[in-house]
């Protein structure tokens, strides 16, 4: 090889390497490597801003949405700061956050380390999605289709199936299911027995897992409900007494997780190399609630936004007075984890899942 060519490529190796996102080597929890993409699916939990592209009111682009995000920008996440695909992307080294994927012109970059095609206020049943117009879980795979296409067109198909089959997918979703369509809405609880509800839940969910490993993907992450009891919205809906949290509604959240353990590994056995993961968000939350001091929280039955008793999305705006110092709510919103209660989850996921996607040795 010609020494002005090797030298070239030397160069271009090297620019590579300092343009990128340089992952924080002193940062105890980073993990390189492991996967070449993250894919994200779900509701507000994990919207990084998709429903700014779609005509609904369920929005968080304006202040004091993003209020600690980096520059103060409201990018339409439903909390102060980053969420929890943010927090995964720069602990697995691909980026600062995860785009969502209507961002108009996304270029090939990000598209190549992954997106989100969450949707906030979105759900398992098509209903819950019925009168927010937002996409539902189960129109979320169109998105990944329309992805699969131009990742293919970006690397050709072999690479861009490798990218999706390796991927970390993850799936957050189920709360607002029970939100707008059970407890404050009871559209559904005319029709089935709350029971019977996780079971439909449930076997919709199964069927959005197979469309996904028919579409590649084979390393999915599904998260469990949080203890829905305590949200600040569903204290003051159901008129608790000292807003302490709603009792029934936390068991049904548990008899729904206990449900969704026994149903992966079910699911696992008939799609061969899948491997599907349970997060739990129900205890990790839970316990911060009990015991705030112990992670240096204060408030944890009230959001920081208004009142911090009713107010999301479009309550939640740039008139709403916020609190002093949000790091010391556990609640952004009356629905809404704030960043630092992400940053936490996010420490604890990665510990958990760590051990199950590690390639084996060779
Ligand atoms: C906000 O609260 C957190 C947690 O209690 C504390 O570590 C931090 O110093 C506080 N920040 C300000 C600006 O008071």
Redesign the pocket.
Known sequence: MAPRSLLLIILVVFCSKITAFQCNNKNKFSYPNLFPAILIFGDSTVDTGNNNYIPTVFKGNHPPYGDDFPGQVPTGRFSNGKLVPDFLASMFCLKETIPPFLTPNLPDKELLTGVSFASAGSGIDELTTAVSKVIPVSRQTEYLKEYIHRLTRIVGKKQAQKIVSEALVIISAGTNDFIFNFYDVPTRRLQFSVYEYQDYLQSKLTKFIKELYDLGCRRMVVSGLPPIGCLPIQLTLKLSILRKCVPMENLDSLSYNTKLVKLLPRIQQTLPGSKLFYADSYNRLLDMIKYPRKY???ETSKGCCGTGTVEAGPLCNHLTPVC?????FIFWDSIHPGE?VYRYLTEQLVKDLLPYFKPKAV
């Open positions: 240096g929280f204060v002093g110092n949000a790091s010391e630092s």
